[in-house]
């Protein structure tokens, strides 16, 4: 059978030309056997499509369809695909001012209600594809030309799909189904290195979406998919402990009290890592060794300890400044060695000096309160309850590593996967009461700063660190406004400057955020792959949207996402994202794809087959242990 848009013509030059026989024959006889939804229509252009859609097909739900259609350009056969992002229902006569006024006055007007209706949809083209004439497979082109009116459009299916890609299906790797269907959208994501499975550099991603939409869980895939490459680090900053939550989860153990916190959706990390052969770490503050003043100087700040000694509010800022300053240049305590109990006499001794008493208050009266509770506090139960728990993150413990040593891993051959848990639920799982976003912050640039330095050092040496670091709520540390506080806009800055310099290093960035607007302009415009899902569609998220999509169809079809939480039941959820950028061998146009992410963690590892892996698996270190340190 042939398509009902190949007409003789184009039939003898298939004949003619052995070189269409296998794959592009094929592909017609595909679509031979998908009944036509509609024409082209007019007016098109090569940037839009204008579809007629055929009196069969009215009543189908088409928003969203990934269609294809044949044509010809330069004597080739050349297939375009792309989505329907609007459909228009006209009726000339019914908008004739007098026929007008009696469907107002009768409703319906015979014969003109519903029989001379017409329905007109939009198609935004993302890909093309030509029959390679030598080696017999489908390649990339573009749409020089408008097809003819008449030209018949088709819904896709997966085998249509996997003919075009046929050469490159052990590449493609699938986060869900095409929007508003049930064909799986191929999606590839490649390492920054060289070779046949690199693009070559390091570029950045963002994910945007409300609570809610399904972002984290994007994320989790697509480290998934960058983990399947043994030469790409992974190095994931979590303030929150999403993703530590999914790399310790536990069939036998927390399984189903864990799937209800996550709307059914629970994504055994550890399970597929395994499978994978690909090493990865949790670490937390526990198991982290801290190695700067700076970090000393702000987690005693916000401590319980000054103020137990009576001095608080700004009387606490000049004590934190005097004391290091005395610790660290006038007895030269090295900050591993300031848990040794001798240290913390010198402490006190210091806080009893009177003239270090008068850089912290220059009246006598709280002079002499602080003198009252130096001698009347119990010592032993001030350095057991508040010194020690603090100076023990820098001190070398077992089990515990330098951020260094952890950082030094991303230079083998085979890099990891790291995920260090910064989150708050953490912190008071060690007792640490005092933790904040600032101490977050000052933890991160110190990882940053370690990260930048070694990508500088790989590049010296002309290799790549080959790493992709991730940014959960990107908003509350690379926001657009400027921060008070100075380690927070220190932190910014540095974000701000290795999103711009570090690509040429094989350092990427991923930034997730509940919100697009509140990220830095210049962040937004380095990234070159972007997903935005649910609840961006008002105020700031969607102007800022419109600045980096152009395409106002697309722009429509996105603000038509419901809301995943609106559904009935967990397994009817949809969790919709807007795609941009060259994240799937459809999408190399430019024009944005749209999908529906898989809902479940069996469909996510069945279609990318993640636990059929025959590298051997290892055993992966947590390091979510317990030692003999009590925080």
């Known amino acids: 059978m042939i398509l009902h848009n190949i007409n003789n013509n184009d039939n003898n030059k298939i004949k003619n030309n052995d070189s269409y026989l296998n794959c592009d024959i094929k592909l ?61 229902l006209r009726n000339v006569l019914l908008e004739d001012p007098t026929i007008k006024s009696v469907a107002r006055q009768r409703g319906l007007v015979n014969p003109i209600s519903g029989i001379q209706d017409t329905h007109v949809g ?59 269907s049930q064909t799986k959208l191929p999606m590839w994501f490649k390492h920054f290195g060289n070779g046949i499975e690199g693009a070559g550099e390091a570029y950045h991603l963002g994910i945007f979406g409300t609570t809610g939409s399904g972002k984290s869980t994007l994320a989790k895939m697509i480290l998934m998919a960058y983990a399947k490459y043994p030469e790409m680090g992974l190095f994931v900053f979590d303030p929150v402990g ?33 499978s994978l052969g690909k090493k990865f770490e949790i670490v937390n503050i526990r198991n982290l060794i801290l190695d700067r003043w700076e970090l000393f100087e702000e987690i005693l700040y916000e401590s319980s300890f000054f103020p137990n000694l009576s001095i608080k509010g700004e009387n606490k800022r000049d004590a ?13 305590i090295s900050l591993t060695n300031l848990i040794e109990l001798e240290s913390f006499q010198q402490v006190l001794n210091i806080l009893r000096n009177p003239n270090i008493q008068l850089l912290i208050y220059s009246t006598a009266e709280p002079r002499a309160r602080l003198n009252t509770v130096l001698s009347e506090v119990d010592a032993n139960y001030l350095y057991d309850r508040f010194w020690k728990p603090i100076c023990q993150l820098f001190h070398y413990r077992p089990g515990a590593q330098t951020v260094d040593s952890l950082l030094k891993r991303f230079t083998n051959d085979e890099k990891p996967l790291v995920i260090v848990d910064l989150s708050l639920q953490s912190a008071h799982n060690l007792k640490l009461d005092y933790w904040n976003e600032t101490i977050q912050a000052l933890i991160l640039k110190r990882i940053l700063y370690g990260l930048i330095n070694l990508g500088e050092k790989s590049w010296e040496q002309n290799t790549s660190l080959n790493t992709l670091v991730v940014l959960d709520e990107a908003h509350r540390f690379a926001r657009r406004e400027k921060y008070e506080n100075s380690d927070l806009e ?142």
């Open 320 to 332: 934190v400044n005097v004391l290091i300053n005395e610790i660290k240049n006038r007895l030269h």
């Open 242 to 274: 999403e993703f530590s939550k999914d790399a310790m989860f536990d069939n036998a153990t927390n399984g189903l009290n864990y799937q209800s916190k996550n709307n059914g959706f629970s994504l055994n990390i550890k399970e597929i890592l395994n």
């Open 122 to 180: 939009k198609l935004l083209c993302s890909a093309v594809f030509s029959n390679n004439d030598e080696e017999n497979f489908f390649d990339t082109s573009l749409l020089g030309t408008v097809p003819a009116t008449g030209t018949y459009i088709h819904v896709t299916n997966d085998n249509i799909l996997n003919s075009l890609l046929e050469k490159h299906l052990d590449k493609i790797f699938y986060l869900g189904f095409v929007y508003g």
């Open 28 to 88: 017609n006889q595909l679509l031979s056997n998908t009944e036509p939804i509609g024409t082209i229509g007019s007016p098109s252009s090569t940037s839009e499509i204008s579809l007629n859609i055929l009196q069969s097909a009215v009543t189908k739900k088409l928003i969203g369809e990934l269609v294809i259609f044949r044509y010809i350009q330069e004597s080739k056969s050349h297939y375009s695909l792309g989505q329907i992002t609007e459909i228009e």
């Open 490 to 631: 220190n932190l910014r800055l540095t974000l701000l400057d290795a999103v711009r310099t570090t690509r040429k290093y094989g350092l990427g960035w991923m930034f997730i955020s509940t919100s697009i607007s509140s990220v830095h302009k210049d962040i937004l415009q380095q990234l070159r792959i972007m997903f935005c899902g649910f609840g961006l569609s008002i105020g700031t998220d969607l102007a800022t949207l419109r600045e980096l999509v152009s395409d106002h169809n697309a722009l429509k079809l996105y603000q038509s996402f419901t809301d995943p939480a609106t559904s009935f039941s967990t397994k009817s959820r949809k969790y919709s994202f807007m795609s941009q950028g060259p994240v799937s061998p459809l999408s190399f146009a430019g024009t944005p794809l749209f999908l529906n992410v898989f809902n479940s963690s069996e469909t996510f590892v069945k279609e990318n087959k993640l636990l059929s892996y025959t590298k051997k698996s290892i055993s992966n270190s947590l390091t979510y242990t317990q030692d003999n340190y009590d925080f």
